[in-house]
């Protein structure tokens, strides 16, 4: 350790131990939020959110050697199988214990904590690290959804884990030493990502053309990286493919798709102030001309073809669509009855969102293709928004990955001694 390292304070010298602890933290108080809101050993709450039924028994009939079906054993792909099969060795080591999966996602949850840090570490140094943490830890948009079933945790936790993953594996690629099996290994997260939610394959884009408006030097390596990626993220996807074409007849990663995107884009919705640019369930759109009386996959492809429908037809309002649900995306209020989780998830908000756009800005200077890694996933959540609809609940999924900048700005802020210095363009 030199002169300048050993100067520094404790927490910041040993960040990597510090970052664990604020993990073990961060557990504890998933654990007990859960304990005290929902109770370790409840069912999945349908009150709260019903897509966590699904997910939950769904992992538990796969475990059972029932297979991913319905309770009548049909096969289904309505929901991607990310979320199940991250809960699914839980299951298939304790039976349907409601209250070891609680605390395998209060664990997952806790562990996006500890990469959150990781991520900005490898960036931003030491003091960084822990702040991202720290925030992580105790940002109410991120420890509410560790106690449902729900995709935000695991999805949380594979997308920072691919990130964390592909910040060093850029490294690795740009200093010329091995990276195949980084790439490997990365590809394989973000593999896991893409079954949990479909949608983030906009951010694989998003990086492969950073990597395509690399520097000459660096350009035919990077992309190279990328390719490796996307054919080990092909290893993890291209057996469910492959099972919804046999099994439903088509080569599909959901069949959700099409009620979403109906449930978002349609008169009914646009026409009310208090709903346009969020999604409402589509059984009151369901009439004579708008019928719903085929298969699983027709069903799906029936509701694409009604919301793009309502779009040509009603061109006019589409600015005023996508201007809205880019206000409910970036909102700092949420809808609930409770005050507490009302102004606790604003104020953060409040703070966070200014701080982590004002840290991408700045990020994106000093490390400007690193940084492009950690917000493609940030920014392919944005453009969902806009296909889909947008959601407190979708952004807060990215916490660990948009309080890194907001981090490295802070990190900034701090005396020398306390903080490295952010690293030159790359």
């Known amino acids: 350790m030199g002169p300048a390292r050993a100067s520094r304070p404790f927490v910041v010298a040993h960040w990597r131990l510090v970052l664990i602890a604020i993990a073990v933290v961060a557990f504890a108080l998933r654990v007990a939020v859960a304990a005290k809101f929902q109770g370790l050993s409840a069912p999945p709450d349908a009150e709260s959110n019903p897509d966590q039924l699904d997910y939950e028994l769904f992992a538990w009939r796969v475990a059972n050697g029932e297979g991913y079906t319905l309770p009548d054993g049909t096969p289904t792909a309505r929901r991607p199988p990310g979320t199940s099969m991250t809960l699914l060795p839980i299951y298939a080591l304790f039976g349907r214990d409601w209250a070891a999966g609680r605390l395998w996602f209060a664990a997952l949850s806790a562990a996006s904590c500890l990469l959150a840090g990781l991520l900005a570490g490898e960036l931003f140094g030491g003091a960084a690290a822990l702040l991202a943490a720290l925030a992580v830890a105790f940002l109410p948009g991120h420890f509410y959804y560790s106690m449902h079933f729900l995709s935000e945790v695991p999805y949380g936790f594979w997308i920072a884990l691919t990130c964390w993953l592909g910040v060093r594996l850029l490294r690795r690629v740009d200093d010329g030493a091995r990276w195949r099996g980084a790439a490997l290994l990365t590809g394989l997260a973000f593999g896991a990502a893409l079954l949990t939610r479909p949608q983030v394959a906009f951010a694989g884009l998003l990086v492969a053309a950073g990597a395509l408006l690399s520097p000459a030097a660096r350009r035919g390596a990077r992309l190279r990286a990328v390719v490796v990626v996307g054919i080990a993220s092909a290893l993890l996807l291209v057996p469910w493919v492959v099972r919804n074409q046999q099994a439903l007849g088509k080569a599909t990663l959901s069949t959700i798709g099409g009620f979403t995107f109906w449930g978002a884009n349609n008169a009914v919705l646009a026409a009310d102030p208090e709903l346009v640019g969020s999604w409402m369930p589509i059984d009151s759109l369901i009439d004579a001309d708008h019928p719903l009386d085929g298969n699983e996959l027709e069903n799906d492809a029936a509701c694409w073809r009604y919301g793009f429908e309502f779009l040509k037809s009603d061109r006019a309002d589409l600015p005023r669509l996508l201007a809205m649900k880019v206000v409910r995306h970036y909102s700092a209020f949420r809808t609930t009855s409770n005050r507490a989780v009302y102004?606790?998830?604003?104020?953060?908000?409040?703070?966070?969102?200014?701080?982590?756009?004002?840290?991408?800005?700045?990020?994106?200077?000093?490390?400007?293709?690193?940084?492009?890694?950690?917000?493609?996933?940030?920014?392919?959540?944005?453009?969902?928004?806009?296909?889909?609809?947008?959601?407190?609940?979708?952004?807060?999924?990215?916490?660990?990955?948009?309080?890194?900048?907001?981090?490295?700005?802070?990190?900034?802020?701090?005396?020398?001694?306390?903080?490295?210095?952010l690293p030159t363009a790359s």
Not at 357 to 365: E, T
Not at 383 to 388: C, M, W
Request: glycine residues 6%; contains cysteine.
């Open 343 to 421: 102004w606790s998830f604003a104020a953060s908000w409040l703070v966070v969102g200014p701080l982590a756009l004002l840290g991408a800005l700045l990020c994106l200077v000093r490390r400007r293709a690193a940084t492009w890694i950690v917000l493609a996933p940030v920014l392919s959540t944005l453009l969902t928004a806009l296909i889909f609809y947008g959601s407190i609940r979708f952004r807060d999924a990215d916490a660990a990955l948009y309080v890194v900048p907001a981090a490295a700005l802070l990190a900034g802020w701090l005396p020398a001694r306390w903080r490295d210095e």
